[in-house]
């Protein structure tokens, strides 16, 4: 049986969002009433995840509208464009967070009174949830295709439902082989320093009885070495259409070289919302977090007075590495990204 884990949602001009910080300890809903709210719960992790921030950022902006005072049509596009700048320094790496934005701002601006447009960026926002939701199935079944019997799967970080409006991508290719009938055992690596995987996947696939063992990140090479892993299945912050390179929570890399050298299949599963179509390889910001989450664990430090820490949240991963790229619309290899009409894929 597959549990609904409800990571976001809209409530008469409330946004309640999953604090999942607090998990697997505590369930418990922020609710936030501004654009900048929701900018710092993106920006302390409190969601996190591509496809999630993508409808965060769309319902800050839709609050933004909701509870406007303007008057006309020109003051509330004003107060969305501060509200867009705010929402998109939250954090500079995934994609989908201005690919929601910009959706965001030309309905809008395609809007022809203040009324309208307060009415139509809520229904935006909402429309953006349930596509999320049904392209993370789609990418499911999509992806459980490729899924045997008996597979052993290794993932890294957090691609699950709290990672999207629901329903997940790389667990949501794993949900749904599960569904089928497929036995399948999950190793999830714990994801340092934030432990997405040891906090949030191994949460999530406990909920849906799906066989899961916890490794740290630097087992995963020994395991595969060991003739113990079958597929690697991540997710994405980011996938560049031109050159078929794949950014995505620091460690990816590690994970995907390793597989490489095994044999082993390295499967990225990500709405086409989260592919890049415009960006080029020199325009991708990897986001450098606070030193302080490598130096600390549960505000207890573990290093010693003094030293330095580096802390980028994401790296990038090479098309040579990668075996193919699951989306809703399909599954394909990196090189057949750059030959994909983004508008098409985008139902525009």
Same mark, same amino acid.
């Not at 936030?32 to 319902?59: E, F, H, N, S, Y």
């Not at 055992?185 to 916890?214: F, H, M, N, S």
């Not at 995505?248 to 050298?261: D, E, Q, S």
């Not at 299949?265 to 986001?287: N, Q």
């Given at each position: 049986?597959?549990?609904?884990?409800?990571?976001?949602?809209?409530?008469?001009?409330?946004?309640?969002?999953?604090?999942?910080?607090?998990?697997?300890?505590?369930?418990?809903?922020?609710? &936030? !009433?501004?654009? /900048?709210?929701?900018?710092? $719960?993106? #920006?302390?992790?409190?969601?996190? %995840? *591509?496809?999630? =921030?993508?409808?965060?950022?769309?319902?800050?902006?839709?609050?933004?509208?909701?509870?406007?005072?303007?008057?006309?049509?020109?003051?509330?596009?004003?107060?969305?464009?501060?509200?867009?700048?705010?929402?998109?320094?939250?954090?500079?790496?995934?994609?989908?967070?201005?690919?929601?934005?910009?959706?965001?701002?030309?309905?809008?601006?395609?809007?022809?009174?203040?009324?309208?447009?307060?009415?139509?960026?809520?229904?935006?926002? &909402? !429309?953006?949830? /349930?596509?999320?939701?049904? $392209?993370? #199935?789609?990418?499911?079944?999509? %992806? *459980?295709?490729? =899924?045997?019997?008996?597979?052993?799967?290794?993932?890294?970080?957090?691609?699950?439902?709290?990672?999207?409006?629901?329903?997940?991508?790389?667990?949501?290719?794993?949900?749904?082989?599960?569904?089928?009938?497929?036995?399948?055992?999950?190793?999830?690596?714990?994801?340092?320093?934030?432990?997405?995987?040891?906090?949030?996947?191994?949460?999530?696939?406990?909920?849906?009885?799906?066989?899961?063992?916890?490794?740290?990140?630097?087992?995963?090479?020994?395991?595969?070495?060991?003739?113990?892993?079958?597929?690697?299945?991540?997710?994405?912050?980011?996938?560049?259409?031109?050159?078929?390179?794949?950014?995505?929570?620091?460690?990816?890399?590690?994970?995907?070289?390793?597989?490489?050298?095994?044999?082993?299949?390295?499967?990225?599963?990500?709405?086409?919302?989260?592919?890049?179509?415009?960006?080029?390889?020199?325009?991708?910001?990897?986001?450098?977090?606070?030193?302080?989450?490598?130096?600390?664990?549960?505000?207890?430090?573990?290093?010693?007075?003094?030293?330095?820490?580096?802390?980028?949240?994401?790296?990038?991963?090479?098309?040579?590495?990668?075996?193919?790229?699951?989306?809703?619309?399909?599954?394909?290899?990196?090189?057949?990204?750059?030959?994909?009409?983004?508008?098409?894929?985008?139902?525009?």
């Amino acid at each position: 049986m597959i549990s609904e884990i409800s990571t976001i949602r809209w409530s008469d001009g409330v946004v309640e969002i999953l604090d999942q910080r607090l998990l697997p300890h505590r369930v418990k809903y922020l609710r &936030l !009433r501004t654009a /900048r709210q929701v900018a710092k $719960a993106i #920006r302390d992790m409190a969601i996190r %995840g *591509a496809p999630a =921030i993508g409808v965060a950022a769309a319902m800050g902006i839709a609050l933004t509208a909701y509870h406007s005072k303007a008057k006309t049509r020109e003051k509330i596009l004003e107060q969305l464009r501060r509200s867009c700048e705010v929402l998109g320094s939250s954090r500079p790496t995934a994609v989908n967070l201005f690919w929601a934005l910009d959706r965001m701002m030309k309905t809008a601006e395609s809007s022809e009174s203040v009324e309208e447009m307060r009415s139509r960026l809520v229904e935006e926002a &909402l !429309r953006i949830m /349930r596509e999320d939701i049904e $392209a993370n #199935r789609k990418i499911g079944e999509n %992806g *459980a295709r490729l =899924i045997e019997d008996g597979d052993r799967i290794l993932t890294h970080c957090n691609a699950g439902a709290l990672a999207t409006a629901g329903y997940g991508t790389a667990l949501g290719v794993i949900r749904a082989a599960h569904a089928q009938g497929k036995k399948v055992i999950v190793y999830a690596c714990e994801t340092r320093p934030k432990l997405q995987g040891a906090r949030l996947t191994a949460w999530e696939l406990l909920r849906d009885g799906i066989p899961v063992k916890l490794i740290t990140d630097n087992m995963a090479a020994f395991l595969m070495q060991r003739g113990e892993v079958d597929k690697v299945i991540v997710g994405a912050d980011r996938i560049l259409a031109k050159t078929g390179h794949v950014i995505n929570k620091i460690g990816t890399l590690c994970h995907a070289i390793c597989a490489k050298h095994h044999g082993i299949p390295f499967l990225v599963a990500a709405p086409t919302s989260t592919i890049d179509f415009k960006s080029g390889l020199e325009d991708v910001v990897i986001e450098e977090r606070d030193p302080r989450e490598v130096l600390y664990i549960g505000g207890k430090r573990i290093a010693p007075e003094g030293v330095e820490a580096w802390n980028p949240a994401f790296d990038i991963t090479p098309p040579e590495l990668v075996t193919c790229i699951i989306t809703e619309r399909g599954v394909y290899r990196p090189e057949e990204l750059k030959g994909l009409d983004s508008a098409a894929l985008s139902g525009e």
